[in-house]
C-alpha cells in the first residue's frame, strides 16, 4: 500500500480519542462562564461527543455497504469540523452540547472506517505495527494540541473550539490521497455474518474500561487541579498532553513489549496504570501530577491497540467491522459514563474527594493486575487441551 494512503488511514487516529479530548481545556472557563450550569453538565461537554458516537457507530457497517469508504470519510470529516469548530460560536450551553453531539456522530463514521480499512489491508506484525503507530499518533498529536490548547484556554474557552480547525488538514488529506474502497459486497457481507467469540466480547468490555480509566484524567483534571491549589488554567493542557505522550510512547512500543512479554504485559500495564492513579491521587505538585498523568497514558497506550490486535486474532475477517464498532461502542459508552462513573464511587466511599477516587481505582487495578496471570494461564491450557 502507497505511503500517502498509509499516512492518509493514520492521520484518522487523532478523531479517535483526540476528538473527544480537545474540549477538555475548556471544561473551567466554561464553569466560570456558565455559572449555573450543573458541574456534571459542564464536564459532559467533553464526554458527550462519546454518547452520541454510538447511532453511527452501529450504521457505519451498513453505510459501508452502500458507499465507498471514502466517500463515508469525507462525509464524516465535515460534520467532525462543524460539530467541533461550532461552539466557538455559541451563546447557549445546550448549543455547545448539540454541537459536541454533532461531533460524536462525526466519529461514530470516522474511527469504525479507518479501523477497519487497517484490519483488513494488513497481517500479522504489519497490522500490530499499524495499530501502535495510529495510537502513537493519537497520542502524540494530542499532545501537540493539548499542550496548545491549555495555553490557549487562557485566553477563553471560545478559542478551544477554534483549534479543530486542524481536521480541514485531514479532509483534505483523504481526498487527495485516499483510494475509494468499493462498499463491501453483498455476498462477502452473508459470508461474514457467523456469531462472534466470546472471549470477543470479554476483549471488548476491557477496552471499555480502561478507556473509562483514562478518560477520568481529561474530565476531572481541570476541576481537580483547581480544587487542590495545584497549577494554573493552563497546567490542565500540558499535563493532558503528558498523559497523550504516554500514549504515544506506550503506542510505539506495544509490538516489541508483546513480543517479548507476551501475556505478562496486561498485568505489567494494569500495574504501570495503577501506580499511576495511586500517585496523582497522593499529588500536590504539578510534577507529581505530570509523572501519574504519564503512567497513566502509557499503559492506556500498550492496551488500546492491544485491544485491536486481539480484536484481529479471534475474530474472523470477514465480521471485523461489526467486532470492531462493538469494541468502539464500549469504549465510547465506558468514556461518556466516566464521570457518572466517579459519582459512583463518591457516592460509595462517602466522600466528595476525587483523590479518594482515585486511590479506590489504583486498588481496583492492581488486584486486576493480580488476578490476570492465573486467569490468562487457564484460557491458555484450555486452548491447548482443544487443541490436543
Not at 28 to 47: E, I, R, S
Not at 145 to 168: C, E, M, N, P
Not at 195 to 211: C, E, I, M, R, T
Request: aromatic residues 10%; contains cysteine.
Amino acid at each position: 500500500m502507497k505511503l500517502s494512503v498509509r499516512i492518509s488511514l493514520l492521520s484518522m487516529a487523532v478523531t479517535t480519542t483526540f476528538g473527544t479530548m480537545m474540549a477538555a481545556p475548556a471544561v473551567k472557563p466554561l464553569a466560570v462562564a456558565f455559572p449555573g450550569t450543573n458541574a456534571l453538565l459542564v464536564q459532559w461537554v467533553v464526554t458527550i461527543s462519546s454518547l452520541f458516537i454510538l447511532p453511527t457507530l452501529f450504521m457505519a457497517g451498513n453505510l459501508g455497504r452502500r458507499f465507498s469508504r471514502k466517500k463515508i470519510l469525507i462525509a464524516g470529516l465535515l460534520m467532525y469540523i462543524i460539530g467541533g469548530v461550532g461552539p466557538a460560536f455559541m451563546n447557549s450551553f445546550e448549543m455547545i452540547l448539540a454541537f459536541r453531539a454533532l461531533l460524536g456522530l462525526s466519529i461514530g463514521l470516522i474511527s469504525p472506517t479507518f479501523n477497519a480499512l487497517i484490519a483488513e489491508n494488513f497481517q500479522g506484525k504489519e497490522r500490530s505495527r499499524m495499530n501502535g503507530i495510529q495510537t502513537s499518533i493519537n497520542g502524540i498529536g494530542g499532545a501537540i494540541f493539548l499542550s496548545f490548547g491549555g495555553i490557549i484556554a487562557s485566553f477563553g474557552w471560545r478559542d478551544v473550539f477554534l483549534t479543530y480547525l486542524y481536521a480541514v488538514v485531514l479532509f483534505l488529506l483523504v481526498i487527495a490521497f485516499l483510494p475509494k474502497f468499493p462498499p463491501i459486497q453483498s455476498e462477502v457481507v452473508a459470508k461474514g455474518t457467523a456469531k462472534l467469540p466470546k472471549f470477543f466480547f470479554a476483549v471488548a468490555a476491557a477496552a471499555g474500561l480502561h478507556s473509562m480509566m483514562f478518560t477520568l484524567i481529561p474530565t476531572n483534571l481541570s476541576l481537580y487541579l483547581s480544587n487542590n491549589g495545584i497549577g494554573t488554567v493552563a497546567s490542565v493542557g500540558y499535563l493532558t498532553a503528558f498523559a497523550l505522550v504516554g500514549v504515544f510512547v506506550g503506542g510505539l512500543a506495544v509490538t516489541r513489549l508483546s513480543s517479548m512479554l507476551k501475556k505478562r504485559l496486561v498485568p505489567l500495564d494494569l500495574a504501570v496504570m495503577a501506580g499511576g492513579f495511586l500517585l496523582i491521587g497522593s499529588a500536590h505538585t504539578v510534577w507529581t501530577v505530570a509523572v501519574a498523568v504519564f503512567m497513566i497514558g502509557l499503559a492506556e497506550g500498550m492496551l488500546f491497540p492491544l485491544s485491536f490486535i486481539k480484536t484481529a486474532e479471534v475474530v474472523p475477517k470477514l465480521s471485523l467491522t461489526s467486532a470492531i464498532s462493538l469494541m468502539l461502542a464500549c469504549v465510547y459508552a465506558c468514556q461518556f459514563l466516566s464521570p457518572l462513573f466517579v459519582k459512583g464511587i463518591e457516592q460509595l466511599l462517602h466522600t466528595d474527594s476525587t483523590r479518594g477516587v482515585f486511590m479506590a481505582i489504583a486498588a481496583a487495578l492492581a488486584v486486576s493486575a493480580v488476578i490476570y496471570m492465573p486467569i490468562a494461564r487457564m484460557r491458555k491450557n484450555g486452548a491447548v487441551q482443544s487443541i490436543s
